[in-house]
């Protein structure tokens, strides 16, 4: 069983003929399966999976990790793109909109799902929208909503709702392939915490040890004790290998690669299975 992930899209680039931009997306083949895992914030996908050598027709499953702009925004114009109509995995909040951030000295900015459910829903074969986790193909897992188990992890930022309530962002999940090597665990963002993640995929998959976790982590304005929560986990959780870009920040990165096996996430990057 082989197969493959490519980082499609992620805020850093390195080689020429690649677009980055703040966001994220993974193309995986896994067992003659082709998926995305978020879309970025823009049609950016389309231009690199060409320059990629990447044929995009053929996809089984579109997944959301959840609703945010940076992992939504690219949905419409690949949709528009294909010439198959693909199905469509998220969350019931996927497309609840609008979503804030609260920032010191500005005024709230949506950053939620630029698009409607009637706006994709004539694009896709199927759309199934879960709170719980699903197999999407054999092999490939969505997590479904993440408990909030850990003390000293929250969603980072001030998100908020419509109403002006805290966003607990309920909607992000991760997806984890259950690859020969071991468990590959992405995240978009990773807003339930890198910890009550990994602890989700140990209870889904309690005796598969966990090769990888991949993705953004969020962790841009975590404190020095949850830098170290963070690190003492994924070594206790055996997890092999870090590879942290998006949303992680620059100090989290730092901290991660004196303290486990850490990698930078880059667009273009690419994972055999």
């Not at 054999?138 to 109403?163: C, H, M, Q, W, Y």
């Not at 929560?229 to 070594?235: G, I």
Request: with cysteine.
């Amino acid at each position: 069983m082989k197969g493959k992930i490519l980082t499609l899209l992620e805020n850093s680039v390195r080689h020429r003929g690649l677009l980055a931009e703040h966001g994220i997306s993974f193309y995986i083949e896994f067992d003659n399966n082709k998926l995305l895992f978020d879309v970025g914030q823009s049609g950016v996908i389309l231009r690199n999976a060409q320059s990629l050598g990447i044929n995009l027709e053929g996809l089984s499953w579109i997944a959301l990790s959840h609703n945010h702009y940076d992992h939504t925004g690219g949905l419409l114009p690949l949709l528009k793109y294909l010439d198959k109509k693909p199905k469509l995995f998220a969350h019931p909040d996927a497309f609840l909109r609008p979503r804030y951030i609260f920032s010191p000295n500005t005024s709230p900015r949506d950053v939620g799902n630029p698009y409607s459910l009637s706006d994709v829903e004539p694009l896709c074969e199927e759309i199934v929208l879960q709170s719980y986790g699903k197999e999407i193909v054999s092999g490939i897992f969505l997590t479904g909503e993440i408990e909030r188990k850990t003390p000293f992890e929250d969603v980072g930022d001030d998100f908020r709702l419509a109403n002006g309530d805290k966003d607990p962002i309920w909607d992000d999940q991760s997806l984890v392939i259950d690859a020969p090597q071991g468990l590959m665990v992405l995240l978009g963002c990773g807003h339930s915490g890198l910890v009550n993640t990994l602890l989700k995929v140990r209870e889904l998959f309690p005796s598969r040890p966990i090769e990888a976790v991949i993705g953004g982590f969020h962790l841009g304005s975590a404190s020095p004790e949850r830098l170290k929560a963070t690190a003492d986990a994924l070594k206790e959780f055996g997890v092999n290998q870090v590879i942290g870009g998006h949303c992680t920040g620059w100090k989290a990165s730092l901290f991660l690669s004196q303290n486990v096996k850490f990698f930078p996430l880059f667009t273009g990057m690419l994972i055999e299975l």
